[in-house]
Nanobody
Framework: QVQLVESGGGSVQAGGSLRLSCAAF????????MGWFRQAPGKEREGVAT????????YYSDSVKGRFTISQDNAKDTLYLQMNNLKPEATAMYYC????????????????????WGQGTQVTVSS
């Protein structure tokens, strides 16, 4: 059974930084993608950043390019999201995701491509 456990959320002022971590347990589909999505109250779920095995560049939403960095430590089965220069509009619940579906490679920022989700960690950015 796959379990994704996020940590690292919290409250920060605009311009600050946070690093989210996601510990993955039982996830063996290393040939597909993992990443981060977020959802703010009253808004649709948004793909923030994803990374796929086998090389290639990570995928980022336009709203976070240049400020967020996704990385993974395969030895620790942990995924990270470094968030710099945070803006108030980044306030949301952030979810770690993983996929056993090949769809994740064709549509890496589509929530439908991910069938494993963590419980989420809240990020709040104040102005």
């Amino acid at each position: 059974q796959v379990q994704l456990v996020e940590s690292g959320g919290g409250s920060v002022q605009a311009g600050g930084s946070l690093r989210l971590s996601c510990a993955a347990f039982g996830y063996t589909y290393s040939s597909h993608c993992m990443g981060w999505f977020r959802q703010a109250p009253g808004k649709e779920r948004e793909g923030v950043a994803t990374i796929c095995s086998g090389g290639g560049s990570p995928y980022y939403s336009d709203s976070v390019k240049g400020r967020f960095t996704i990385s993974q430590d395969n030895a620790k089965d942990t995924l990270y999201l470094q968030m710099n220069n945070l803006k108030p509009e980044a306030t949301a619940m952030y979810y770690c995701v993983a996929s056993s579906l090949s769809l994740s490679r064709r549509r890496p920022l589509d929530s439908a491509a991910y069938n494993y989700w963590g419980q989420g960690t809240q990020v709040t950015v104040s102005s």
